[in-house]
T-cell receptor, first 112, second 115 residues
Framework: QQKVQQSPESLSVPEGGMASLNCTSS?????YFWWYRQHSGEGPKALM?????GDKKEGRFTAHLNKASLHVSLHIRDSQPSDSALYFC????????????FGLGTTLQVQP | NAGVIQTPRHKVTGKGQEATLWCEPI?????VFWYRQTIVQGLEFLTY????????DSGMPKERFSAQMPNQSHSTLKIQSTQPQDSAVYLC?????????????FGPGTRLTVL
């Protein structure tokens, strides 16, 4: 079973709309979360990290963490066609030596 | 800053041949990670070096796979006797490694195809 699970598998939103992506960890050792984005033919690029309960906002991107339920979400407001990509949630923890455990990803399509 | 450099970008090998993949981390980064990406398994951790020393190879298949970091400017991932199931995109990442939560910067990957 994947230790980091993402939903939905794919998502389509209109340009200017809000995209909401979800991630849940099944391992309480994972306390630190990253969101990465990967465009076709490129390596993943970090969007933001979060390890405190609550919201963290960076521009059009807002991440929310609930440590009790180990649930993380990413909300993208005013979505642009350039936001179309594969989005990964990744987790790390104290015993993890820095390696990241990735979910399978959510494919976001922003329709012009 | 050129970012993490990976060569070659594409490699095709025949079953049973050897493949060597190269990674040049961002200058000044002390940590290097290798991951493998497939459609079915997603992104899987393989191995991790800090200051050229192997720290965690828990994701490496026990046979045929090996990784080295002979100097701070490059790391190699070698796969002996390649099999079709080794076909994947192999990603290298580096970080400042100030703590275990430092951002990892990924290269574009090497797409390995084993025929």
């Amino acid at each position: 079973q994947q230790k980091v699970q993402q939903s939905p598998e794919s998502l389509s939103v209109p340009e200017g709309g809000m995209a909401s992506l979800n991630c849940t960890s099944s391992d309480r050792n994972f306390q630190y979360f990253w969101w990465y984005r990967q465009h076709s033919g490129e390596g993943p690029k970090a969007l933001m990290s979060i390890f405190s309960d609550g919201d963290k906002k960076e521009g059009r991107f807002t991440a929310h963490l609930n440590k009790a339920s180990l649930h993380v979400s990413l909300h993208i407001r005013d979505s642009q066609p350039s936001d179309s990509a594969l989005y990964f949630c990744a987790a790390s923890g104290p015993g993890n030596t820095g390696k990241l455990i990735f979910g399978l990803g959510t494919t976001l399509q922003v329709q012009p | 800053n050129a970012g993490v450099i990976q060569t070659p970008r594409h490699k095709v090998t025949g079953k049973g041949q050897e493949a060597t993949l190269w990674c040049e981390p961002i200058s000044g980064h002390s940590a290097v990670f290798w991951y493998r990406q497939t459609i079915v398994q997603g992104l899987e951790f393989l191995t991790y070096f800090r200051n050229q020393a192997p720290i965690d190879d828990s994701g490496m298949p026990k046979e045929r796979f090996s990784a080295q970091m002979p100097n701070q400017s490059h790391s190699t991932l070698k796969i002996q006797s390649t099999q079709p199931q080794d076909s994947a995109v192999y990603l290298c990442a580096s970080s400042l490694d100030r703590d275990r939560y430092a951002e990892q910067f990924f290269g574009p990957g090497t797409r390995l195809t084993v025929l």
